[in-house]
Antibody, heavy 122, light 107 residues
Framework: QVQLVQSGAEVKKPGASVKVSCEAS????????IHWVRQTPGQGLEWMGR????????NYARKFEGRVSMTRDTSIRTAYMDLSNLRFDDTAIYYC???????????????WGQGTTVTVSS | DIKMTQSPSSLSASVGDGVTITCQAS??????LNWYQQKPGKPPKLLIT???NLETGVPSRFSGTGSGKYFTFTISSLQPEDVATYYC?????????FGGGTRVEIK
């Protein structure tokens, strides 16, 4: 079955960076965008961006441009989300999610990872 | 960016009651809207795509309607396992944007 498995919880200090991984299985990794979404108590669900695993091309939400980097390693079917210069309000659950339709027109997400809790604390 | 206004933010209803949630887009998005269910400690689960298309395996008591700027999500007969938070998602264009969520509880 289609599955996305994310890396474990992280605790970081303000100003540090965090890298979250997302390993895909059960489908052809290169043929579906991977989206990244975060969930905070204050902001609800927030789309951060997406990566085309085939080309490596990315689209980022304006709010995160300059701080976020999404990459992938197709040899191990894994996508990564790197967020730098962490602030207290980056404390959230970070999800990866597969695009519903693949690579092409804008679509939503169907299968989600289990989430990775990132805590920013001094 | 398109803003999605979801209401109510929470509701409480009895088992067997009908429940309706609305999402309003700040501009027309055709039918490019999904509905998700999220239970505590779990990721969101896709219920409805294209405003009204039920995902395979989702019970038929869930339904969605709407197009343009106004959308509704209905649970025709609320069950105990439906306790969750429900979100709409606009995918008309990037950036994707979510509604603020509706927490559904049993009275």
């Amino acid at each position: 079955q289609v599955q996305l498995v994310q890396s474990g919880a992280e605790v970081k200090k303000p100003g540090a960076s965090v890298k979250v991984s997302c390993e895909a299985s059960g489908y052809t990794f290169s043929t579906y965008y991977i989206h990244w979404v975060r969930q905070t108590p204050g902001q609800g669900l927030e789309w951060m961006g997406r990566i085309n695993p085939n080309s490596g091309g990315t689209n980022y939400a304006r709010k995160f441009e300059g701080r976020v980097s999404m990459t992938r390693d197709t040899s191990i079917r894994t996508a990564y989300m790197d967020l730098s210069n962490l602030r207290f309000d980056d404390t959230a659950i970070y999800y990866c999610a597969r695009d519903s339709r693949g690579i092409g027109p804008v679509y939503g997400m169907d299968v989600w990872g289990q989430g990775t809790t990132v805590t920013v604390s001094s | 960016d398109i803003k999605m206004t979801q209401s109510p933010s929470s509701l409480s209803a009895s088992v067997g009651d009908g429940v309706t949630i609305t999402c309003q887009a700040s501009q027309g998005i055709s039918n490019f809207l999904n509905w998700y269910q999220q239970k505590p400690g779990k990721p969101p689960k896709l219920l409805i795509t294209g405003a009204s298309n039920l995902e395979t395996g989702v019970p038929s008591r869930f339904s969605g309607t709407g197009s343009g700027k106004y959308f509704t999500f209905t649970i025709s007969s609320l069950q105990p396992e439906d306790v969750a938070t429900y979100y709409c998602l606009n995918y008309d264009n990037l950036p994707l944007t979510f509604g603020g969520g509706t927490r559904v509880e049993i009275k």
